[in-house]
Each structure stands twice: as structure tokens, then as C-alpha cells.
């Protein structure tokens, strides 16, 4: 085993090792209910920048909106603000500029920040309809039973 066997046993442990996935800086935003104090965002924020790769949190009391920035992944930080024993999910708002048809029933929310309405996906509006389709037929110039006022 000469020079040329140790450089070919090297390169196959090179071949061999495994690289890491680096995971990519993520931000999640949740919403946690009944952030009432200062102590309540410290709570949170204490909680969520323990968890391996945040960056930074932020947390609007107002809005009850927590920001998580780093390198971590949804399902973790979701779990760990959860331990809080506060009601939290993903942010479920978005712009209403970004929904098709922003004010179906399963997109308009009361509670929504200003500007903002519920995540939906563009299948919601294909069941519901803003006119009843009673009311185009009876009005239709192809019914011969339709309204003759119009």
C-alpha cells in the first residue's frame, strides 16, 4: 500500500462523509391570544428565543402578533409557544389586496388587523357566489316564464 493506495482510501472517506443541510432563515408569524401585559411578552419572548437557530423575536401586543425570525423550522417554534398555555396559531392574515375575492365569508374577519383579511384558498369562491343563481334565471331573456318588466 504505497502512495497511491492512501490517497485512493482518503478520497473514499471524503466520498463517504455526509454534508449537512444548512436550513434557511425563516420568519413565522403567529398569532397568540391574550397578550394583555408586559409580563406576558416577556414570557414569550423569553420562551421562543430559547429554541435552537431564532434570531429574534417580536412580539405586537396590539395586534397579538409574535415574529420569529432565524433559523428554525414552523413546526418547532408553533410547539413552543404552545407551552406558553396560550391559544396560538400560524398568522392567518394576509393583505386583502392578495385574496381573489376578499369578502366571502371565509376570508372577511372581524378581528382581523386593519387592511387584512383571512387566508383562503381561491377554491372558496368558486361555491359561493355573490348573486344567487335563482335570480339570473328569472330575469333571463331565455325563460319564457321570466319577468316582462325588465
Known sequence: MGVEGTMEY???????????KKKQMQTVALRVARIDCE?????????LSGVKGVK?????????KVTVT????????LEAA?????????????P?????????????DKKAPPNMV???????????????DRYTIMFSDENPN?????
Do not use: F, N
Not at 10 to 20: D, N, P, R, V, Y
Not at 70 to 77: A, H, I, L, M, Q
Not at 82 to 94: A, D, I, M, N
Open 70 to 77: 432565524g433559523y428554525v423550522e414552523p413546526k418547532k417554534v
Open 39 to 47: 409580563g406576558c411578552e416577556r414570557k414569550i419572548k423569553h420562551i
Open 82 to 94: 404552545k407551552s406558553t398555555k396560550k391559544k396560538v396559531e400560524l398568522w392567518p392574515y394576509v
Open 146 to 150: 321570466s319577468c316582462s318588466i325588465v
Open 118 to 132: 383571512r387566508k383562503v384558498p381561491d377554491t372558496a369562491a368558486l361555491s359561493e357566489t355573490t348573486v344567487d
Open 56 to 64: 429574534t423575536v417580536d412580539v405586537d401586543a396590539k395586534q397579538q
Open 10 to 20: 482518503i478520497s473514499e472517506l471524503l466520498k463517504k462523509t455526509k454534508k449537512k
Open 96 to 108: 386583502y389586496t392578495m385574496v381573489a375575492h376578499p369578502y366571502i365569508s371565509q376570508a372577511y
